[in-house]
């Protein structure tokens, strides 16, 4: 998958290869100062994965979240959209 775009309100564009090293996504239009966790994305991420139902993939590989950009690390370990 080179790249797909979709949304309106919130664009979301993702990135990489399926058996490449990483897929990843950028999403614009988040207003600054949400706060969130990469634990908290981790916990949907999770409900993909392979034995949760018969209508998750059946891959058998871990989907790992990694926040890289656009965000400013706080001290709880949170982080705030920029």
């Known amino acids: ?6 949304g309106h309100l919130f664009r979301v564009t993702t990135w990489g290869e399926s058996h490449g090293p990483a ?3 950028v999403v614009d239009g ?10 908290g994305l981790q916990h949907w991420m999770d409900k993909r994965k392979p034995g949760q139902s018969r209508f998750v993939t059946q891959r058998r590989e871990d989907d ?3 926040v890289l ?3 400013m690390p706080q001290e709880d370990g949170s982080l705030i959209t920029t």
């Open 30 to 39: 988040c207003p600054p100062g949400i706060r969130f966790t990469e634990a």
């Open 64 to 66: 790992l979240v990694k």
């Open 69 to 71: 950009s656009g965000v």
């Open 1 to 6: 998958m080179s790249h797909n775009t979709f």
């Open 23 to 25: 897929l990843g996504c």
